[in-house]
């Protein structure tokens, strides 16, 4: 079992920024990808990146340039790091992992950025 959560969301002004954070705990030896996601109001789940156990960060080509995913191993935790916001990045970002078998999620944390 795993178990994320997700903190720093909230609400700023187009062109701010914000850093997300995902504390897992429980099995995390077994994690073997981690990844960002969000879902904006009315619309799909939409993955922002992913970052394997071996340390290799992948965004998807929309989400390049302004977003970057960290981790601190010592404190088990994922980082979005959010810059040059505007209000179409206004979502429920979402951690998850990824175990051989099954994937966990995080309950979401929310980034509203006004114009």
């Known amino acids: 079992q795993v178990q994320l959560v997700e903190s720093g969301g909230g609400l700023v002004q187009a062109g701010g920024s914000l850093r997300l954070s995902c504390a897992a705990s429980?099995?995390?030896?077994?994690?073997?990808?981690m990844s960002w996601y969000r879902q904006a109001p009315g619309k799909q789940r939409e993955l922002v990146g992913t970052?394997?156990?071996?340390?290799?960060?992948n965004y998807v080509d929309s989400m390049k340039g302004r977003f970057t995913i960290s981790r601190d191993n010592a404190k088990n935790t994922l980082y979005l790091q959010m810059n040059s916001l505007k209000p179409e990045d206004t979502a429920v970002y979402y951690c998850?992992?990824?175990?051989?078998?099954?994937?966990?999620w995080g309950k979401g944390t929310l980034v509203t950025v006004s114009s």
């Open positions: 998850k992992a990824q175990v051989i078998g099954m994937d966990y």
């Open positions: 429980g099995s995390i030896f077994s994690i073997n990808v």
């Open positions: 970052i394997a156990r071996s340390g290799s960060i």
